[in-house]
């Protein structure tokens, strides 16, 4: 990848910046038409927002609520596709959402029976109103006094990282560039003032490149607005960050197979409570911030406003000792700053185009990556007068593509990689060693993300590649010091590159520990 952006003043059709769900999607769409095209990550694929969601792949049901219906039917029709074209790490979860008043079940119900006649023509199946029972079989661990009865409905649930992960590969597969630990420092203009490329600082060596191309895109997400003023000084603020945190708890919380979804908080939001790799994935708040950063850090009142809204409905009352992780991440909310609320901006995404050419796109959900994609490089090849090749990305299977993923035991999130995978691991008996005695991912995992996955630190194997940082902060820190050790190896570097490597993950792991 490095050796192709050394090609003095070699033209590429698009340069994109960022390699969230938004950049990589953008990639995806415009090298599978046929465009020559760069994507430049600051730091890891999906380190920001993308790796920080709620992981499901949803239409919304909370927009369903608020009346947003353009928005659910078109996330509703992406949820379809992706269940279709990355079935190895999307697929359908029932959620079940209690009702303890007279009036909630029917309520809830139409509602959600309008969600699947938006959707249409599907494999997923559709929702019902289930008994008091009948929803306490699901859920085991809910509070049964006053439970009068339920529906259940099913959505799309998935492994945001290792999608990501899974995009990178799908736009390399095609002939793309994507380079991580590459960021973008200056826009690039010719004498009529119009955007012709970008100044690159590499992160790992400070060596420099001045890239051309004939567009440039910022998929920066929080970041949007940084480009936008690299573009033109004066330029306003688009972007209302806001925060939202989640708790993971051990299964026992959650033991069933089924999520719950309670419907209306106290700041008139709908909180999840998600059986995600057999933890429970609690979230999320929605907090207005001015501060925007590559690791925000949960705030104590959004920890305390998880437990204390979970423990209404679950009879086990969770408490800050059983969370094993906690995490946060950043929207980049299109709209108006209210500092009191942004549980009302929009989740619409913006496309803008500046005066020099850069073209801006940021807002929307994972769920909608695709469409955004699509219609941000229609709007770029009208701006910009290019050739038009028509988008492709609709049926395109994602790297890793395998309907019998569930086969591959632990390694079932790398689909049809983990044959692959299972090869290298047995070319070494070491390789089949778990990292740490309770864990299960094996050490042949690190050797792999390095050779194929562009791990370069401790943190990317550990957060991205795997989730156990995530999942569980302690066991995470017993973890790196032989990951670091692997990685090493894999990447010729020595004893310091370890040691800072440790020191500088078992910082970061603080931030994941309440
Ligand atoms: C708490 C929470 C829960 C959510 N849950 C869901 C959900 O369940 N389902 C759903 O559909 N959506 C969900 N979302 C929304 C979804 O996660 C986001 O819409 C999506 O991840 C945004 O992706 P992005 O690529 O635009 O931004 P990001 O993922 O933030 O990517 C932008 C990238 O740009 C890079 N960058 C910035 N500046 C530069 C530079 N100068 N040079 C190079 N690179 C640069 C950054 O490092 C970053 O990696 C959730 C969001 C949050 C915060």
Redesign the pocket.
Known sequence: MLSRIRTPKEQWDFII???????IGIAIDAVTRGYRTLL????DF?????S???????GGVRYLQQGNLPLVYEALKERKLLLENAPHLVHTIAFAVPGYDWWESPYYGTGLKLYDLMAGQTKTARSKWISGKELADLIPTIEKEGLKGGVLYYDGQFD?SRLIINMVQTASDYGATLINY???KALLKNRSNTLCGVLAHDEETAEQYELYSKAVIN?????SD??RRMDHKGAPQTISPSQ???IVLDKSFLPGKAALLIPNTDDKRMIFAIPWKEHTLI??TDTPIEEIS?EPKPRTEEIDFLLEHISRYLKKKPKVKDILSVFA????LIGSIDKASTARVSRDYKIDISESLLISV?G????TYRKMAEETLERAIAALGLKHLKSVSRNLHIHGYSTKASLYGTLKDYGSDALLLENLIKENAELSKPIYQSSEILKGEVVWAVRNEMARKVEDFISRRRRTLFLDARLSRLMAPEVARIMASELKVNDSWINQQIASFNKLSENYLP
Do not use: Y
């Open positions: 910046i960022g390699g969230g769900a938004t950049g430049l990550e600051q730091s999906g380190k920001a927002t993308s920080r969601s709620t992981k499901l792949i949803h945001d590459m960021s973008v998929a920066t997400g929080i970041f940084l480009i939202g945190i989640h979230g999320t590559l991440g950043i929207r980049p940021a929307g959900k994972w769920t």
